[in-house]
């Protein structure tokens, strides 16, 4: 069974906070409490490696459902979503994409597009993310998660290397229990 997300436990950004992002953002903070949503600004996985992977523009926790919001601007480039949602789609449930201009296409399928302007509205909602994660989202943990996933000492773990306690990891355990264990790490929600 899946540790309860908590959004005490999720860290915060290193990243500079974006001042076109800023007012977006701030919008969707107060939309998102309102509807009972436990809402993590400037949020940051905990991965090995990564910023793309790892700094969150919003991340919003109900009921230990995991919803990420990446904000763009009309003076960024909506194309660079589509990197980021490969990487990150196997740590999250649903994606949305939040822009303060109209699109011509929001460039991924799955995801949901939300308009902020004056106001907050939901253009297309997401669709729940449920593939089974690659073994390239298992390798972006840290290898100490690896090996108390598989229920390995620290020693047992060193005959090892990472790709093979990836491997193994992937090979163990079931679609459904590997994202939750997932989501767990990044939001060190777990002791892993």
Same mark, same amino acid.
């Given at each position: ?13 290193? *990243?500079?906070? %974006? ?7 701030? *919008? ?21 490696? %990564? ?20 904000? #763009? ?16 789609? +196997? ?8 822009? +303060? ?10 995801? %949901?597009?939300? /308009? ?22 298992? /390798?972006?943990? *840290? ?14 773990? #060193? ?31 777990? *002791?892993?």
């Amino acid at each position: 069974m899946m540790s309860q997300i908590h959004s005490a436990n999720i860290l915060t950004s290193t *990243k500079r906070e %974006g001042k076109y992002e800023k007012s977006i953002i701030e *919008k969707l903070k107060l939309f998102f409490e309102d509807q009972d949503y436990d809402v993590i600004p400037h949020a940051r996985f905990n991965v090995a490696w %990564g910023s793309m992977l790892s700094d969150l523009d919003l991340l919003l926790i109900k009921d230990n459902i995991l919803t990420l919001v990446e904000v #763009k601007s009309s003076r960024d480039n909506i194309q660079r979503v589509k990197k980021q949602f490969q990487s990150i789609q +196997d740590y999250v449930d649903y994606y949305y994409v939040a822009t +303060d201009f109209f699109p011509k296409k929001i460039p991924i399928r799955n995801a %949901g597009w939300i /308009l902020v302007n004056d106001s907050v509205e939901i253009k297309h909602n997401a669709k729940k993310l449920e593939r089974s994660p690659t073994l390239e989202s298992v /390798l972006s943990l *840290k290898k100490q998660s690896l090996h108390f996933l598989l229920g390995l000492s620290e020693y047992e773990a #060193k005959q090892f290397s990472k790709y093979e306690l990836a491997c193994k990891v992937r090979a163990k355990t079931k679609n459904h229990h590997l994202k939750n264990n997932l989501k767990a790490i990044v939001t060190c929600s777990s *002791k892993f």
